[in-house]
T-cell receptor, first 113, second 114 residues
Framework: DAKTTQPPSMDCAEGRAANLPCNHS???????VYWYRQIHSQGPQYIIH???NNETNEMASLIITEDRKSSTLILPHATLRDTAVYYC??????????????FGKGTHLIIQP | GAGVSQSPSNKVTEKGKDVELRCDPI?????LYWYRQSLGQGLEFLIY????????KSGLPSDRFSAERTGGSVSTLTIQRTQQEDSAVYLC????????????FGEGSWLTVV
């Protein structure tokens, strides 16, 4: 899997949009960008994933640059419950081997009241 | 079930004892993973099961660790002769067999070795 680079921590005011960046400059053509988050003392929670088009679901939006070397996860109206560590992961869909997820250190997002 | 179910949620055991951790994946999911996360650390891959194929055990840290998956569904992770450094949360995850499907995690089993 390609490596990703994320800032170690970010703050965001409650009610504002939280924009979490991720660099994945060595991503290959068949690798997807996945975002998970882990709230303290809980298992990782899937948020969203995409290949090259922007994606939106009930939790967040994912904006992937045209060259696919970076992406941004957007939480449109952050709440205190969104405080968590957010992981950006690139993963191929080859189906071979473990084909699991390699978690880096992520971004610790702190929502301020 | 609706999600990945793990038990026990918390386990305190004495050093040297054996422990078993159970994972019940999402119904219909044939791929199953075990990860370990020590306090303040990232996730560490342990083992992967896919259908009837031989499991990928490349992440198991020592021969005290083993896992099995019976009937292609429930999995048990066994740690023999536990050590204090085994204290961590053990996370199970599953996905459908089709490559590319999202991996879903359970809430983990918190193991404390005293």
């Amino acid at each position: 899997d390609a490596k990703t680079t994320q800032p170690p921590s970010m703050d965001c005011a409650e009610g504002r949009a939280a924009n979490l960046p991720c660099n994945h400059s060595t991503i290959s053509g068949n690798e997807y960008v996945y975002w998970y988050r882990q709230i303290h003392s809980q298992g990782p929670q899937y948020i969203i994933h995409g290949l090259k088009n922007n994606e939106t679901n009930e939790m967040a939006s994912l904006i992937i640059t045209e060259d696919r070397k970076s992406s941004t996860l957007i939480l449109p109206h952050a709440t205190l419950r969104d405080t968590a560590v957010y992981y950006c992961i690139v993963r191929g869909h080859s189906g071979g081997g473990a084909d699991g997820l390699t978690f880096g250190k992520g971004t610790h997002l702190i929502i301020q009241p | 079930g609706a999600g990945v179910s793990q038990s026990p949620s918390n386990k305190v055991t004495e050093k040297g004892k054996d422990v078993e951790l159970r994972c019940d994946p999402i119904s219909g999911h044939t791929a199953l993973y075990w990860y370990r996360q020590s306090l303040g650390q990232g996730l560490e891959f342990l083992i992967y099961f896919q259908g009837n194929s031989a499991p990928d055990k490349s992440g198991l840290p020592s021969d005290r660790f083993s896992a099995e998956r019976t009937g292609g569904s429930v999995s048990t992770l066994t740690i023999q002769r536990t050590q204090q450094e085994d204290s961590a949360v053990y996370l199970c995850a599953s996905r459908r067999t089709v490559s590319g499907n999202t991996i879903y995690f359970g809430e983990g089993s918190w193991l404390t070795v005293v």
